[in-house]
């Protein structure tokens, strides 16, 4: 048996394939996708490792491979590019052979990664997706979204309901790969786990102000868009950082941390998040949980909350406590429930476009009209 690839600090494999004569390994690179292809020496004691040749600052994955001959599929997506299918014969380069069709312009676009510093030093790398032309004047409407938990990574992807409604209207896109992800492998994901979490969202925070440091935007122009654990992550930006967002999107989401337990599946993500029923991490949940730090004499941003009556993952409770307490305190916000739709979004196009309108229009009021 031999080890033919070991990842570095920087890398996380995606796939593995096989053809008759070679192993194909696609991987993330600082979160960029890339695609290798070893072949064994004549002599078989070691393996020559070649970069396949594909566009930066996308993802690519290993569609299908051929054992019978050298022959596979590789897909590659990025923000500007939508799904791609590559075909590598031989010992050759892959080359294109089929796109899906371009849903919005992408000419005066273009994708870069920039990395912020949080808290305890760490570097936190980002995707910004802006306008070439993009002035550094602090007034950029801009929308930052991140996940950070369960060891999913957020890596390059097509989003046509993005590139129309946000983009095409001069909106600076940013996404952000902080710990709780998988982006680096096990230990970015356990670095943001259970007490561990305030690293979530201190990257997700040191990203924001990387972004105003650089003068890409401003808090007056700068909002949040989270669902799921990215909604509690949004919830707590909220409430930690009030000042920092005009617009906070909270979808979905997970709020009521001291109770989370007791609502529908939450008693499933306690190897996440922590338990209650331990003293440390308990001490931890009650001092993030977004409800419970909602204050009176606290000025917030007005957030736009939406949830599902039939999410029988994390419920609506989590969504109408914080609302009410929001209410109760006198605080706007808006608030939307789908009777229809579960946790994953709703189950018919025309209330899926009802929904991204929603957030559009809401997103144009706070970041776009906020001069």
Do not use: C
């Amino acid at each position: 048996m031999q080890v033919i690839f070991t990842p570095g600090p920087s890398q996380s494999i995606d796939q593995v394939g096989v053809t008759k004569n070679t192993v194909l390994v696609s991987l993330f690179d600082n979160v960029r996708g890339r695609a290798m292809r070893f072949t064994p020496t004549e002599a078989g004691s070691s393996w020559q490792a070649t970069a396949l040749a594909l566009p930066d600052m996308t993802s690519v994955h290993i569609v299908d491979t051929d054992h019978a001959s050298d022959t596979a599929f590789l897909s590659v997506e990025g923000y500007l590019e939508p799904s791609q299918l590559w075909l590598l014969e031989g010992k050759g380069q892959p080359h294109k052979v089929k796109s899906a069709p371009a849903r919005f312009k992408t000419d005066k676009l273009v994708t870069e990664q920039y990395w912020a510093t949080s808290t305890d030093g760490t570097r936190v790398p980002y995707f910004i997706v802006h306008r070439r032309d993009m002035k550094l004047n602090g007034a950029n409407p801009t929308l930052l979204t991140a996940y950070g938990g369960f060891q999913v990574s957020y890596t390059p992807l097509y989003a046509p309901e993005i590139g129309q409604l946000w983009l095409d209207r001069g909106g600076v896109y940013v996404v952000a790969n902080i710990r709780g992800g998988g982006e680096f492998g096990p230990a970015w994901h356990e670095a943001g786990r259970k007490s561990g979490r305030q690293k979530v969202y201190d990257d997700f925070a040191s990203v924001g102000r990387d972004l105003i440091s650089r003068k890409i935007t401003s808090p007056r122009h700068l909002g949040i868009r989270g669902r799921s654990n990215g909604g509690l992550l949004s919830g707590v930006q909220m409430t930690q950082h009030p000042d920092l967002w005009n617009a906070v999107i909270i979808g979905v989401p997970l709020l009521d941390m001291e109770h989370f337990e007791t609502m529908s599946a939450g008693a499933s993500w306690a190897a996440e998040y922590g338990s209650m029923s331990v003293p440390a991490e308990a001490d931890f949940l009650r001092s993030i949980s977004p409800v419970q730090h909602l204050k009176a004499d606290v000025s917030y941003p007005e957030p736009f909350i939406f949830t599902a009556t039939s999410d029988d993952r994390v419920g609506p409770v989590h969504a109408r406590r914080f609302a009410a307490r929001l209410e109760a305190l006198g605080k706007p916000f808006f608030y939307y429930e789908d009777i229809e739709g579960g946790h994953s979004g709703t189950v018919n196009a025309p209330e899926v476009a009802h929904e991204r309108a929603l957030e559009a229009v809401y997103l144009s009021h706070r970041l776009m009209d906020a001069d």
